[in-house]
Nanobody, 124 residues
Framework: QVQLVESGGGLVQAGASLRLSCAAS????????MGWFRQAPGKEREFVAA????????TYADSMKGRFTISRDNAKNTVYLQMNSLKPEDTAVYSC?????????????????WGQGTQVTVSS
């Protein structure tokens, strides 16, 4: 079983950038497809991005394409989410998740392990 811990959230102004990190322990990160999700108050959890085991395959939610970049460093057991041109509507708790399956997926219920999340707040 893998444990996931996110970091890097905070309060920023619109237009700023943040890089979130998700550190894994317990098992090699290379064993998992990794995803980022977010949940704003009063809203359902939303897919952000996912990355394959080697890092060569990625997929993004349409609203994040061109602004967000997911990457991974398996040697450091860490997944990243670079977020640029942040908007107030990006305010949410961002969580990383690990999937044992073989297919890159955007569906939260397909992911097996979750971190506790990190708060991102974007002021206007």
């Amino acid at each position: 079983q893998v444990q996931l811990v996110e970091s890097g959230g905070g309060l920023v102004q619109a237009g700023a950038s943040l890089r979130l990190s998700c550190a894994a322990s317990g098992r090699p990160l290379s064993s998992y497809i990794m995803g980022w999700f977010r949940q704003a108050p009063g809203k359902e959890r939303e897919f952000v991005a996912a990355i394959g085991r080697s890092g060569s395959l990625t997929t993004y939610a349409d609203s994040m394409k061109g602004r967000f970049t997911i990457s991974r460093d398996n040697a450091k057991n860490t997944v990243y989410l670079q977020m640029n041109s942040l908007k107030p509507e990006d305010t949410a708790v961002y969580s990383c998740a690990a999937e044992r399956g073989a297919v890159l997926t955007t569906t939260a219920r397909s992911y097996d392990y979750w971190g506790q999340g990190t708060q991102v707040t974007v002021s206007s």
